[in-house]
């Protein structure tokens, strides 16, 4: 999706090292989301916000942490404390109104080694 | 929340159609139902989305009985790019993440 933009698409980093991945977003979408995806498996969620300066947990939020200080930017950190980092992790937004679809961006594939 | 069911794969051939259902039993009376398709190393994209009847847009159709316990995405006439991974999920009215969980999906693969 042209208006969100993960950066980078490959990162490596060795264990132990805290990571930032990068989510921008030009659609003036309220909410973002951050999921994992493992290979074969389906999207779990890490963390989402609604709006700025507040987010909530998901269903894996442990090991990894999140800042929403702009509207357009909701940075995900992969700490040391996340046992099993390597994933590929995907960004969405989407409106906070009746049935507005999620919007992807094409991810950032983190390998720790 | 309700929990959707779809079959882990399918196979097709070119120019073929393609139904794709999900079972969602326990679906509330305001959820609606969404499908995405992904492609290797992409995020999902959205398809199409639907409350009840049929939908129709550019690349498929969605189906939907009027007791809403399942839906069939349809793809006419498939190419082989239409191989991926599709995704149904129900989703209730307002914001936050309800709903918003991606299983495994049906990885779809078209045949010349």
């Known amino acids: 999706d042209g208006g969100i933009t993960q950066s980078p698409k490959y990162l490596f980093r060795k264990e132990g090292q805290n990571v930032t991945l990068s989510c921008e977003q030009n659609l003036n979408h309220d909410a973002m989301y951050w999921y994992r995806q493992d290979p074969g498996q389906g999207l779990r969620l890490i963390y989402y916000?609604?709006?700025?300066?507040?987010?909530q947990k998901g269903d894996i939020a442990e090991g990894y942490s999140v800042s929403r200080e702009k509207k357009e930017s909701f940075p995900l950190t992969v700490t040391s404390a996340q046992k099993n980092p390597t994933a590929f992790y995907l960004c969405?937004?989407?409106?906070?109104?009746?049935?507005?679809?999620?919007?992807f961006g094409n991810g950032t594939r983190l390998t720790v080694t | 929340l309700a929990k959707t069911t779809q079959p882990v794969s399918m196979d097709s051939y070119e120019g073929q159609e393609v139904n794709i259902t999900c079972s969602h039993n326990n679906i509330a009376t305001n959820d609606y139902i969404t499908w995405y398709q992904q492609f290797p190393s992409q995020g999902p994209r959205f398809i199409i989305q639907g409350y009840k009847t049929k939908v129709t847009n550019e690349v498929a159709s969605l189906f939907i009985p009027a007791d809403r316990k399942s839906s069939t995405l349809s793809l006419p006439r498939v190419s082989l790019s239409d191989t991926a991974v599709y995704y149904c999920?129900?989703?209730?009215?307002?914001?936050?993440?309800?709903?918003?969980?991606f299983g495994k999906g049906t990885h779809l693969i078209i045949q010349p």
């Open positions: 916000s609604q709006i700025v300066n507040d987010f």
């Open positions: 999920l129900v989703v209730p009215p307002g914001g936050g993440a309800d709903g918003l969980t």
């Open positions: 969405a937004t989407r409106q906070s109104s009746y049935n507005s679809p999620l919007h």
